[in-house]
């Protein structure tokens, strides 16, 4: 898929996995040029225009190949902008329907630039389009505290987070037991919480004992073999699962994050 040219579109992907067992429940989809990764609204853009139906079939290829090695289905997850409208969340969806299931399309709003308040009003505003087209929705923001756990419940089915809370928690207890009560509460509302940016150890082991049970990062997905300074290119068994014997060279833009 990636032919090293500084003047093509090419997806990257970063593997989203369960805390606990280690299975891989998702990929979160990215798009550069060059080597440059796009930002959210330049992905939706690109995607909106529709003229890129050969780098979405790549995409649906890839998916497909790692989905059928799942027993449950993945999820790929499409990040978004707070700026867009649901007149154009509807276009967008009309390009992404043509090609993957529904069902398995997982859509996260970016609203770190928005108040707690704001980023539910525009996730209900939004999220509208979603309604009766099973896709999962999200919502990525930094202050889970500022959120009230019955807006969340009632507009998203995902939370995702920035590794920088589970050190908030880590540096006041105060913190990190409230956070510990309001990650039990949605989860127990069947709300996936999601870490993103687990480098090491400490931190899967810090947001397993936060209760938080999926992550991506580079700790997950590194090879043990290597030094920390290098990045992975295969992973190493740990369970029964088939992804821990194969080496990722064929999928060669999945990027550790």
């Known amino acids: 898929m990636e032919k ?6 090419a997806a990257i992907f970063t593997p989203r996995f369960h805390l606990s067992d280690t299975s891989l429940v998702g990929m979160e989809v990215r798009i550069k040029y060059g080597q440059r990764i796009l930002p959210a609204s330049e992905t939706f853009n690109l995607i909106l225009s529709g003229n890129n139906k050969d780098l979405l079939g790549q995409i649906s290829a890839h998916f497909s190949h790692w989905s059928s090695k799942t027993e449950n289905p993945l999820y790929l997850s499409w990040e978004l902008c707070s700026k867009i409208k649901p007149e154009e ?8 329907s043509a090609i993957f299931p529904l069902k398995q399309l997982e859509i996260v709003l970016d609203t770190h630039d928005l108040t ?7 996730a209900r505003e939004l999220f509208t389009e979603l309604s009766g087209k099973s896709i999962r ?16 419940c009632a507009n998203v089915d995902l939370f995702k ?11 006041d207890v105060a913190t990190a037991a409230k ?5 039990e509460r949605l989860t127990a509302e069947n709300i996936s919480i999601v870490v993103d940016d687990l480098y090491y150890r400490e ?17 997950l997905s590194r090879n043990k073999t290597e030094k920390r300074s290098i990045k ?13 014997e194969r080496r990722f060279d064929c999928f060669s833009n999945l990027m550790w994050t």
């Open 4 to 9: 090293n040219q500084d003047n093509q579109y």
């Open 89 to 96: 969340l509807r276009l967008f969806l009309d390009e992404l």
């Open 116 to 122: 707690a308040s704001e980023s539910i009003k525009k």
């Open 137 to 152: 929705r999200g919502l990525f923001h930094s202050r889970l505290l500022d959120f009230d756990t019955g807006d969340i």
């Open 161 to 171: 987070l920035k590794n920088g809370v589970i050190q908030e928690m880590k540096d």
């Open 179 to 183: 956070c510990h009560y309001f990650i």
């Open 203 to 219: 931190d899967v082991t810090g947001s397993i004992l936060m209760g938080i049970q999926y992550g991506q990062g580079y700790f």
């Open 232 to 244: 992975p290119r295969t992973l190493r068994r740990k369970t029964n699962s088939d992804f821990y």
